[in-house]
Nanobody, 121 residues
Framework: QVQLVESGGGLVQPGGSLRLSCAASGSFFRVNFMGWYRQAPGSQRELVARIFSGGSTNYADSVKGRFTISRDDAKNTVYLQMNSLNPEDTAVYYC???????????????WGQGTLVTVSS
């Protein structure tokens, strides 16, 4: 089974930066996209950014110009560079891999465990 391990969360001051990492391991997997989502207390989980197999990306309007999603295919890792952070960015951030297991040809969505980002005032 594919497993995702997230890292990079923590406490940061407004205006600061963090980089989140999500490393995938396990089964052979054909990726459709990898992405980042976040969930603040009392709110629904929302899309932050996605990067597709062909390299295209999309972002939530609230993070455009501040966040950048990227990947390292050799390391099976996706990153989220977060700049100019503000308190509204405080949330638990989850990574997602969406694709098909090569051996079984079955569609899978696999989530990371979540990492907390806190932006203090």
């Amino acid at each position: 089974q594919v497993q995702l391990v997230e890292s990079g969360g923590g406490l940061v001051q407004p205006g600061g930066s963090l980089r989140l990492s999500c490393a995938a391991s396990g089964s052979f997997f054909r990726v459709n996209f990898m992405g980042w989502y976040r969930q603040a207390p009392g709110s629904q989980r929302e899309l932050v950014a996605r990067i597709f197999s062909g390299g295209s990306t999309n972002y939530a309007d609230s993070v455009k110009g501040r966040f950048t999603i990227s990947r390292d295919d050799a390391k099976n890792t996706v990153y989220l560079q977060m700049n100019s952070l503000n308190p509204e960015d405080t949330a638990v951030y989850y990574c997602l891999v969406d694709g098909t297991e090569i051996l079984t040809r079955r569609y899978r969505e696999v989530w990371g465990q979540g990492t907390l980002v806190t932006v203090s005032s």
